[in-house]
């Protein structure tokens, strides 16, 4: 009887989550429209209710109304199967991610790791989405998807077990409560930068959305979706957005933690901050090459993870004080930043090699002529 | 409430299981695969190893699937048919009886602790142990996987030399 209630329990708290993350959703949406509209010099939306306030749910309305197109040739089954993983895989790490002090449905000790776990799960989804659609494109979006999800999840496991390390354990209620006196992104400014980029790679965001770029091929695994099956890997899209954002706001900037304000207030103005910067992103930076994005990866992102990794460790096993663990953190930021401007730099100095080449071989063939 | 747990986790394992070796379709095989390692997963949550559940659906359910689905799509459809009908079963039964037979014997040999309390490790027991006393083993996996992970890097380089040596006279950066 008590296995019972514990199932509706479990119940209620799952439909709970799962209106509250569709409300979030629908801010998001009117969010980005907005914070796009506004980098871009534009209104954004306007004529749907006040401050366009009612645009996500005209939206919503649009994309379940629209005709939902199963290709002839696609693999029914995974093809129906794909959109259900990539969505049910962005919901249950919300199982454990807490909103406040006691605001969660189940906290697990092992929290962060189950979170991680679960999240690679959608990876799949992606894959099978692109090879149910037998559509080339899809296909090719799938394997870039591949890619790029398994190169960027191993900076973001790393960082997460340095701050395991620094919080000595995987409860997410454990960790906030570790960054009571200073939030870890004081110590460890490095693992908030690896961390939050990384985490864009994996929800796909604009920088690194590589793997459905309309310009290369055509929507990648989402290409032959529509309508509502499209719309659930949009939902799957911005919740995983918003639970990178709560993750940054929860690993590095302290959870809840905030004078005055109740604790879910402080929470969602965090995340909501954080999210906002995503959108910043978006609206700033123009979208990386593929060999670009794997390359920066594996060269820059893996060895700064494991270095913010041993620092880590380091500190905590030596008790090093606080300031010298930001030290170490910081030389590794400006690691990345000098390897990030070389390379920005290097189609110039390539251009000006070439230049001193030719004027070079310019002047040995007047010479060798007069 | 623990043995309807049970079977329904077995029905899984052992259902994808029978899936991987019975579809001819490959990708199909990879999904089963994944339903059978999930179902280990939910097994070992019913031993109360949680930590050993998530390692499995993170490196096995995450990770593993989706390489193999990788070199899936990197081989042609055509090929499909060669791919899961090839001569090898009788080696692969042989394999297998003899796995199961090890496994078996391991079960049986090994006492049965019966009063041992059925509570969680918890997984900083699990890191000091495998930190202090299996630390040897510990090191000698991961020289393992480091060797596997050089010796691909050199497959890769091989073939990556073949192919640019003629086109960028350039250079990388």
Do not use: C
Not at chain 1, 180 to 208: C, D, N
């Amino acid at each position: 009887m008590s296995f019972l209630i514990d199932l509706a329990w479990s119940a209620l708290g799952l439909a709970v989550m799962f209106a509250v993350l569709s409300v979030v959703v629908l801010s998001m949406v009117w969010l980005e429209r907005k914070a796009l509209g506004r980098l871009q010099l534009r209104y954004g939306p306007t004529r749907t209710g006040p401050f366009g306030l009612m645009q996500p749910i005209a939206d919503a309305v649009k994309l379940i109304l629209k005709e939902d197109i199963i290709p002839e040739d696609s693999e029914k089954a995974i093809f129906w199967i794909a959109p259900v993983i990539v969505v049910v895989s962005a919901f249950v790490i919300w199982v454990t991610i807490p909103g406040g002090d006691g605001v969660f449905i189940k906290n697990l000790p092992l929290g962060l790791f189950y979170i991680i776990a679960f999240a690679v799960i959608g990876i799949l989804g992606l894959v099978l989405a692109g090879w149910g659609s037998a559509n080339k494109y899809g296909i090719m979006g799938g394997l870039r998807s591949a890619a790029q999800l398994i190169s960027y999840e191993i900076p973001v496991v790393l960082v997460a077990a340095a701050v395991a390390i620094l919080a000595q354990s995987l409860d997410m209620r454990e960790i906030v409560a570790a960054q009571s006196s200073y939030p870890y992104l004081v110590v460890l400014p490095l693992g908030l930068v690896i961390f939050f980029i990384a985490g864009l790679a994996e929800v796909g965001r604009t920088p690194f959305d590589i793997y459905h770029a309309e310009s290369e091929v055509v929507g990648g695994p989402f290409v032959e979706y529509s309508g509502a099956h499209w719309s659930v890997f949009f939902l799957a899209e911005y919740i995983n957005t918003f639970a990178i954002a709560a993750l940054t706001a929860l690993l590095f900037l302290g959870g809840w933690g905030g004078p005055a304000l109740p604790d879910v207030v402080w929470f969602l103005f965090k995340t909501y901050a954080v999210v906002l910067v995503v959108f910043w992103v978006r609206g700033t930076f123009p979208r990386l090459r593929i060999d670009q994005l794997m390359a920066f990866a594996w060269k820059v992102m893996v060895p700064l993870s494991f270095y913010t990794v041993i620092i880590a460790a380091a500190y905590r096993f030596y008790a090093l004080p606080w300031w010298s663990l930001t030290l170490m953190s910081l030389v590794g930021l400006a690691v990345a930043g000098w390897i990030i401007y070389r390379r920005m730099t290097a189609p110039a100095r390539r251009v000006v090699q070439i230049q001193e080449r030719l004027a070079a071989q310019r002047r040995a063939t007047s010479t060798s002529r007069t | 409430m623990q043995l309807a747990l049970f079977i329904i986790v077995a029905i899984f394992t052992i259902g994808g299981a029978l899936g991987v070796v019975a579809t001819r379709n490959v990708v199909h095989a990879a999904l089963f695969l994944l339903l059978s390692l999930l179902g280990a997963a939910g097994a070992y949550l019913l031993l109360f190893a949680e930590f050993l559940a998530l390692v499995q659906v993170l490196i096995y359910g995450g990770a593993v699937t989706i390489v193999v689905l990788f070199a899936v799509m990197l081989t042609r459809s055509s090929e499909y048919p060669r791919i899961t009908d090839n001569r090898q079963w009788p080696l692969g039964l042989i394999t297998a009886l003899v796995l199961s037979s090890v496994l078996g014997a391991a079960f049986w040999l090994t006492p049965a602790d019966a009063d041992a309390e059925r509570k969680a490790p918890v997984f900083t027991d699990l890191a000091s142990s495998l930190f202090t006393k299996w630390a040897l083993p510990f090191e000698i996996a991961s020289l393992v996987l480091l060797v596997a992970l050089i010796g691909a890097i050199i497959i890769a380089r091989q073939q990556n030399v073949v192919v640019t040596d003629d086109t960028s006279p350039e250079g990388e950066d």
